[in-house]
């Protein structure tokens, strides 16, 4: 079972930059694709980034794109989220994700991500 535990959420105003991090418990992480997803209240959950493992490839959302970056350390396990320029329409619970890699392409759908972390919240002031 994998499990993922995430950690850097907190309140920033408009502008500034935070980095969460996701620490993976499985060892053998290779063929997996990790994505970062948010969801605002009465919102539905969406993805904002996600990374194949092996590869390194990425996938952001338009919204995003620019301002974000994600990476992974193999030697730690663990997927990292750089959160610059900051806006307050980025306030959410960010939650990490896992899926099995079935194909090449890189999975954005909730539904295709088989582990989640518990969400840590990050609110940007206006």
């Known amino acids: 079972q994998v499990q993922l535990v995430e950690s850097g959420g907190g309140s920033v105003p408009a502008g500034g930059s935070l980095r969460l991090s996701c620490a993976v418990s499985?060892?053998?992480?290779?063929?997996?694709?990790m994505g970062w997803f948010r969801q605002a209240p009465g919102r539905e959950r969406h993805i904002v980034s996600a990374i194949k493992w092996s590869s390194g490839r990425v996938y952001y959302a338009d919204s995003v794109k620019g301002r974000f970056t994600i990476s992974r350390d193999s030697t730690k396990n663990m997927v990292f989220l750089e959160m610059n320029s900051l806006k307050p329409e980025d306030t959410a619970v960010y939650y990490c994700?896992?899926?099995?890699?079935?194909?090449?392409?890189?999975?954005?759908?909730?539904?295709?991500?088989?582990?989640w972390g518990q969400g840590t919240q990050v609110t940007v002031s206006s």
């Open positions: 994700a896992a899926a099995v890699d079935v194909s090449a392409r890189i999975p954005t759908a909730t539904d295709e991500y088989d582990y």
């Open positions: 499985e060892r053998t992480f290779t063929s997996y694709t």
